[in-house]
């Protein structure tokens, strides 16, 4: 069975610096990873997805990430948040065939002026 | 993706009642899933809506409290029975799209007194 870590449970941050949101994982099988965001009183929208090819995934709204399979690594990244960017965000892992993902506990990204 | 819609978007009920929540997708899909999402928490597989056949549930989750229907390849229902404020969460449904990914409808925001 697979696992998600997110490490930090909220990240705030001044607008225009960069973020980082990390998230690990674990499983004894090949793996699919997403990242998903939730604004406030809204439902879960995908960002990215890695289902293979190149490790560094590009998604909506300036977004990017990228799988490291050594260190079971695919960190959340962007080089200027804006303060539409406040929202929870979540880390998620399938295994090929599963269609179900495991949810990670998810990421406050606070973003303040 | 699929444009994923849900009725109602919130409600307040009262304990020993019952909710029956809606999901619409505009296009056929094969796999429909429903979630909750506790306060402040991650989201927790309900069940699997099979079309023509029973829902899949999880462990913890029986089809007494949590009846499902899904009579349609772009409609299911999801009932939550004889509430308590213990059932206060955030409703999901999804579906699985292209690249084994599950996009998510808005969400249903029910609040037990």
């Known amino acids: 069975a697979q696992s998600v870590t997110q490490l930090d449970s909220q990240v705030p941050v001044f607008e225009e610096a960069p973020v980082e949101l990390r998230c690990n994982y674990s499983s004894s099988v090949s793996v699919y990873l997403f990242w998903y965001v939730q604004y406030p009183n809204q439902g879960l929208q995908l960002l990215l997805k890695?289902?293979?090819?190149?490790?560094l995934v590009k998604g909506i709204n300036g977004f990017e990430a990228e799988f490291n399979k050594s260190q079971t690594s695919f960190h959340l990244r962007k080089p200027s948040v804006h303060i539409s960017d406040t929202a929870e965000y979540f880390c998620?892992?399938?295994?090929?065939?599963?269609?179900?993902?495991?949810f990670g506990r998810g990421t406050s990204l606070i973003v303040h002026p | 993706s699929a444009v994923i819609s849900q009725k109602p978007s919130r409600d307040i009920c009262q304990r020993g009642t019952s909710l029956t929540i809606q999901c619409q997708v505009d296009?056929?899909?094969?796999?429909m899933f429903w979630y909750r999402q506790q306060p402040g928490q991650s989201l927790t597989l309900i069940a699997t809506?099979?079309?023509?056949?029973?829902?899949?549930?999880e462990s913890g989750f029986v089809i007494d409290k949590f009846p499902i229907s899904r009579p349609n390849l772009t409609f299911s229902t999801l009932t939550v029975s004889n509430m308590s404020p213990e059932d206060s969460s955030i409703y999901l449904c999804s579906v699985l799209g292209d690249g084994e990914t599950q996009y998510f409808g808005p969400g249903t925001r029910l609040l037990v007194l």
């Open positions: 809506a099979n079309q023509g056949s029973e829902a899949t549930y």
């Open positions: 998620a892992v399938s295994t090929g065939g599963s269609y179900i993902p495991t």
């Open positions: 890695y289902l293979s090819g190149s490790t």
């Open positions: 296009s056929q899909v094969t796999m």
